[in-house]
Structures are given as structure tokens and as C-alpha cells.
């Protein structure tokens, strides 16, 4: 996103030390929404959510360490508690003590809010939560990037093409059709697809290869167990990534499941495919979670 008058950027420090790139969109004294993106996309991501969602509320976007404006780090330093680092660091830098918000987080970031789930700075902050094309566990073995049937060898394969060093290159034709088959639903506007090409082919090599380990190995079950914020869940039906089994195990899991949507015919990338639905089920946390918290602290 380009800086607007009502706009600005920030860096927070992680507990490691690590950068972290923030922008903040709307008023002062709005609503909070804090939107996490996923692996290998950056704020630019959330273009849409914070075009819409600025204009009444306070919309916080930031880059994953190693992603977009947020430097890379050592190896070491991409695991899941990092991102639960990171998140706590962005929730200290932007809201006031106590202040709430809602929390939405795509794809691995998602799995930063359920990293996150226990740490004190979330349950200060966080109002209610969107687990958006996300997973907990079992990644590799679920996905339907590989057209076979489940078992090794579709595992195998899978594991060796989200975690190929091969360098992306120019967005082309041929890499379109390669990400919108993998990532997103077949019906997909060229225009999106070729959006979040321009995004994805930007994430270094490296990190993309650091965090496709990570998400091999990805177990946040317990994390799901402590989300005791209402929590929402969207996927899509053409999801390859993250299929819908796993967003059905994370609505069944979760203490407070505040509604599972089913996007037909959308893929992994939710946020742009069908901005509006998503934008919608974020808006409806604010109204049902924040706005009618802050009303009843009001008459205390």
C-alpha cells in the first residue's frame, strides 16, 4: 500500500531483535482490526480489507519477518514462537494498554494467531479472531496441491514442491497459471491472479524455503485449545492448500467457534478472491465483539 494522509508506518522490535514493518490505516480512537498475512505475501495482501474496513475502523497490517519490508533473519529464527514474538510485538506497538481488536490472520498467519493463542499480550488484546484459509497441523499430508490419491508418495511429493529452492522468476503466463492452479479457485479474475503473483514472486527465495520447513512440520493443536477468544473460520471449497477438512477440525476444536463460512468455488487466497465475503465475517467480529464491548464498558 501506498502512504496516505490517513495513513502511517511504523517498526517494532521482536524479542530476538528482529524488525518488524507495521502500517496503520483509519482514525485514531476507531475500531482496531489487526490483519496477518500469509507465506510469501506481505501487507500488500490486505489491499482490498484496508481499503474498505479504514474508512470506520483502525486497520494494522504487518510484514512477517523475512517477508515484504521486515527483514530476513538467521535460520533459527523462523518458528512459530517467533511468530508469536512477532504478534506480540505489533500488538504492544500499536494499541494502547488494554485497548482490544479483532485479529485476522491468512494462511500462516492464522497459525500465528494460534502460536499466539496463550501468550498474555493476546488475550489482553484480542476481542475475538478470523482464522482465514488456515491449518493447524498435518499440512502436507492434507494438501491437494498433488492430483493423487492420499497417502506417501502424494506426501512426498508434495513436501518437495512447497519446499522446492527453485527461484520463482518474472511473473509470466506460464507462473500464473502455475499459482492460480495451486492457490487459487478456477474461476479466479486475471487481475487478482495476477496480483497475487506479483506479490508471492517477491518473497525471497530463502525465506519461502525457510518457513515451507516450519509448515512441514506444523503442529498448533494445542494452540487451537487455548483461542478461548470467538473465534470465525473461513476456506474455500477449492482450497488446495489448506483444504476444508481442515477448516472443519479447527471450527470442531475451537472453545468459541463464532460461525465456519464456505466460500464456493475459492481457493487458498480468500482475501483476494472474494474480498467482500472476507471483509464481511471481519466486520461482523467488530460489530458483535468489539463495538458491543465497548458499549458496555461505556455504561459501567
Known sequence: MTATPNS?????TSADGSRLHIEVYG???????????????????WAAQIQDLSADHRVIVYDLRGHGRSPAVDRSGYTTDALADDLEAVLAATLAPGERAVLAGHSMGGMTLMAASARPAFREHAAAALLCS?????????????????????TRLTRLILGSRAPLGPVTPVSKRILRYGTMGPGTAPDRVAACARIVHACP?????????????????????E???PTAVVVGTADRLTPAVQAHRL???LPDCAGLTELTGVGHMTPVEAPEA???????????????GVGEESAV
Open 205 to 225: 527465495r530463502a525465506v519461502r524455503v525457510a518457513w515451507s520447513h516450519v509448515l512441514a512440520e506444523l503442529d498448533l493443536e494445542a494452540g487451537v485449545r
Open 278 to 292: 472476507v471483509t464481511a465475517v471481519i466486520r461482523r467480529l467488530v460489530d458483535d465483539h468489539l463495538r458491543a
Open 134 to 154: 488456515t491449518g493447524s497441523s498435518g499440512l502436507v499430508a492434507e494438501s491437494r496441491v498433488v492430483p493423487m490419491r492420499p497417502g506417501r508418495v502424494r
Open 227 to 229: 483461542l478461548s477468544v
Open 8 to 12: 502511517r508506518v511504523l517498526m517494532a
Open 27 to 45: 482514525s485514531e480512537g476507531a475500531p482496531a482490526i489487526v490483519l496477518i498475512h500469509g507465506w510469501t505475501c506481505s501487507t500488500l495482501f
Open 251 to 253: 471450527a470442531e476444536a
